[in-house]
């Protein structure tokens, strides 16, 4: 009964615990990064999606890597990051950021790819701890990709328990997706009703990134250069695959 009792245990906690304040302090950041960190709020992410050393680590529209490099740290030696971006979002911008990112002790279990949204992650990926997809879901929409068959994709890359994780700019509540495209939001209803379409459960939200004073009627990607960027309402969803 006693073996019983500590193998019951040890399943419980399959992953030693985090100092997150270490991660997001650590000498080797990019001082890029730490500029946005007020916004990115990294500590709060960190502790929101769970992830721990040794995990396995998707990072969906991954952009130049902020958040792919705060999940490598995270998971370390003995976990992984495959960080994806789309073709539609290749050039200098995002290569040569991630050329120099790459680089560091830290990334050494971190693979970057393009691939496009509807099959977002190499076919040998499976059994994934998590899934990371921050400010991008909006995009799938824009380019006139297929959330349906994403959130499939993440689905089947994902255990049994494994999480799934959606940030992103929040619409106007009852607009549906009709902000995905001129203002880079999307409603919260939308991920809610389409993630839980491909089998997941919510399992959790957070306010650690809303801003109620977003007037949300203006574009909040960064290449719209509206001064307001970076002070955008975003919600924050966790979902798991059972």
């Not at 769970?50 to 130049?64: I, K, N, R, S, Y």
């Not at 809303?210 to 007037?215: H, Q």
């Amino acid at each position: 009964m006693r073996w019983l009792l500590l193998a019951l245990v040890a399943c419980s906690h399959p992953h030693p615990s985090l100092d997150r304040d270490a991660i997001v302090n650590a000498p080797d950041r990019d001082p890029r990064d730490r500029a946005r960190d007020a916004q990115r709020k990294p500590a709060e992410l960190l502790a929101f999606t769970g992830v721990a050393p040794g995990m396995h680590v998707a990072d969906l529209g991954a952009g130049t890597g902020y958040t792919s490099e705060l999940m490598a740290r995270a998971v370390g030696p003995t976990g992984s990051v495959i960080a994806q971006d789309s073709p539609h979002w290749d050039g200098p911008w995002m290569q040569g950021p991630w050329a120099e990112r790459l680089k560091r002790p830290a990334m050494a279990h971190t693979k970057h790819v393009m691939l496009g949204w509807n099959e977002p992650l190499p076919p040998d990926v499976h059994d994934l701890d998590l899934v990371t997809f921050v400010a991008a879901y909006h995009d799938v929409k824009a380019e006139k990709d297929d959330t349906a068959k994403l959130n499939s994709a993440v689905f089947a890359a994902l255990e049994h328990g494994g999480t799934y994780v959606v940030i992103d700019n929040s619409a106007k509540p009852g607009t549906g997706t009709d902000a995905c495209d001129p203002l880079h939001r999307i409603d919260e209803q939308v991920v809610r009703d389409e993630v839980v379409k491909a089998g997941f459960k919510l399992a959790a939200s957070s306010d650690f990134m809303r801003n109620p004073a977003d007037t949300r009627d203006w574009n909040a990607d960064p290449s719209a250069k509206d001064p307001r960027v970076h002070t955008q309402d975003l919600f924050a969803l966790k979902f798991t695959k059972p």
